[in-house]
């Protein structure tokens, strides 16, 4: 399987502290993406970060992109107890139109 | 309101009865694809459609068909569910233009009995 794998698969922090989650993956890529899953719902895109781009920021997220190692992080500054949700790394291939999302990282911010 | 709409949302059904799911975009989407999401396995990308009348396989294909006659519209048919294909299934679109953000529906679960 293509697909990727994020670490870790839970993450309990208090409101306040900075979350840090990862994902690798296995091909060569366009683009990756982040998405937010609220329990059971559908997923929302968060940011996009190109191949030839290393670093990017939205708000209170940064994500960072190593090519050489075929992996992600994507870090939540200053959380909030309305960040709790289930975050997704895809990424886009660059051999054809096909996604392929990680595992998920579970977020649970305490109040 | 910009939206991706599937029908139903939730469905039980008996092995071998074929089924249809919905999807519809009203953003004039060139992108859509369908993904099945299963505990511990995250989101896998079963079909997908360039434009009208161009589809293509995802990583799951097995056991599902699309059709894109319409722009707007990309229903996935079960001929003959098993139980293998109990999940949950989103649909998604994307304009194909930087971002490549994809849109998702709300989803639709699926029991196959």
């Known amino acids: 399987s293509q697909q990727g794998e994020e670490d870790p698969q839970a993450l309990s922090i208090q409101e306040g502290e900075n979350a840090t989650m990862n994902c690798s993956y296995k091909?060569?890529?366009?683009?990756l993406q982040w998405y937010r899953q609220n329990s059971g719902r559908g997923l929302v895109h968060l940011i996009l970060?190109?191949?030839?781009?290393r670093e990017k920021h939205s708000g209170r997220l940064r994500v960072t992109l190593d090519t050489s190692k075929k992996s992600s992080s994507l870090l939540i500054t200053a959380s909030r107890a309305a960040d709790t949700a289930s975050y997704f790394c895809?990424?886009?291939?660059?051999?054809?139109?096909?996604?392929?999302f990680g595992t998920g990282t579970s977020l649970t911010v305490i109040p | 309101e910009a939206q991706v709409t599937q029908n139903p949302r939730y469905l039980i059904t008996v092995t071998g009865k074929k089924l249809t799911v919905t999807c519809s975009q009203n953003?004039?989407?060139?992108?859509m694809s369908w993904y099945r999401q299963d505990p511990g396995l995250g989101l896998r990308q079963i079909y997908y459609?360039?434009?009208?009348?161009?589809?293509d396989k995802g990583d799951v294909p097995e056991g599902y068909k699309v059709s894109r006659k319409e722009k707007r519209n990309f229903p996935l048919i079960l001929e003959s569910p098993s139980p293998n294909q109990t999940s949950l299934y989103f649909c998604?679109?994307?304009?194909?233009?930087?971002?490549?953000?994809?849109?998702f529906g709300p989803g639709t679960r699926l029991t196959v009995t």
């Open positions: 998604a679109s994307s304009p194909r233009q930087a971002p490549d953000e994809q849109y």
């Open positions: 091909t060569s890529i366009n683009n």
């Open positions: 970060i190109r191949s030839n781009e």
């Open positions: 895809a990424t886009e291939t660059n051999t054809g139109n096909q996604f392929y």
């Open positions: 953003m004039n989407h060139e992108y």
């Open positions: 459609s360039m434009n009208v009348e161009v589809t």
